[in-house]
């Protein structure tokens, strides 16, 4: 009675084993981010029409999304300074960075060494260096303006 279902238990593994390769092809839909984008427009649709802000991607993001971020530093604040601003993440939805972007000559190359993507606090990109963690125990005046919350 239990070998008639062998062979459909075997085209679920395989159909399960395929769906990375095949995802895309059936809806997955992929938003870019990169802060060096050119435009004319960016709406996210291609590295060479990304957003330049993280936050713009994930806002347009719904469950089953999956955005790329090309190598940069990226902030909460879309570069209003509001240190209340946070990035909004949104469930189901993949974040990866590390990509080489537009203007590479694979802009889907990825490699988070070489196209590291850093999402900071630092609103004014102005933070001092330390050398150790009790330097942030004094006030540093350089961190007054940070984030409250990158996520």
Not at 30 to 49: E, K, L, M, R
Not at 132 to 140: C, G, Y
Request: glycine share 12%.
């Amino acid at each position: 009675m239990y070998e008639s279902f062998r062979p459909m238990r075997l085209l679920y593994v395989a159909a399960f084993a395929l769906l990375p390769v095949i995802g895309p092809a059936f809806g997955q839909t992929i938003i870019y981010v990169d802060q060096n984008a050119g435009g004319p427009t960016h709406d996210g649709s291609t590295w060479c029409t990304a957003y330049l802000n993280l936050q713009d991607a994930l806002d347009g993001a719904t469950a089953g999304y999956e955005i790329r971020a090309a190598g940069g530093v990226y902030k909460p604040d879309r570069g209003t300074g509001d240190r209340t601003m946070s990035f909004q993440l949104v469930p189901d939805v993949q974040v990866y960075g590390g990509y080489a972007g537009c203007g590479a000559p694979d802009p889907d190359a990825r490699d988070t060494v070489e196209y590291e993507t850093i999402l900071s606090g630092d609103l004014a990109g102005n933070d001092l260096e330390v050398d150790s963690i009790s330097d942030l125990l004094s006030i540093e005046p350089t961190r007054a303006d940070n984030s409250y919350h990158v996520f």
